[in-house]
Nanobody, 126 residues
Framework: EVRLAESGGGLVQAGGSLRLSCAASGFTFDDVAIGWFRQAPGKEREGVSCISTSTGSTYYADSVKGRFTISSDNAKNTVYLQMTSLKPEDAGVYYC???????????????????WGQGTQVTVSS
């Protein structure tokens, strides 16, 4: 059974940091694309960042470049999203998703991602 489980969300002040984790199981982890997406209340879900677990290549939305870092620990089947300099507009439910074809390793098109976690809440106070 394919499973993605996000953790690490919480409440932080603007300017603070938070690290999200995405633990994966049920598929071969070392040759996929893992993406992070977020959705604020009343807004469309948007792509944040993604990584190829085979090549390590990464991609970031313009809104988070220079502030967020995505990484993969293949030995632990876990992808992390280190978020720094958080802003109120970063708040929302963060989801991780997997593209088993790795076509999403350089893309945040949701249609490429077949498997999704249930999300973790990030709240940023101003």
């Amino acid at each position: 059974e394919v499973r993605l489980a996000e953790s690490g969300g919480g409440l932080v002040q603007a300017g603070g940091s938070l690290r999200l984790s995405c633990a994966a199981s049920g598929f071969t982890f070392d040759d996929v694309a893992i993406g992070w997406f977020r959705q604020a209340p009343g807004k469309e879900r948007e792509g944040v960042s993604c990584i190829s677990t085979s090549t390590g290549s990464t991609y970031y939305a313009d809104s988070v470049k220079g502030r967020f870092t995505i990484s993969s620990d293949n030995a632990k089947n876990t992808v992390y999203l280190q978020m720094t300099s958080l802003k109120p507009e970063d708040a929302g439910v963060y989801y991780c998703a997997a593209d088993p074809t790795a076509a999403g390793s350089g893309s945040l098109h949701e249609i490429l991602y077949d498997y999704w976690g249930q999300g973790t809440q990030v709240t940023v106070s101003s």
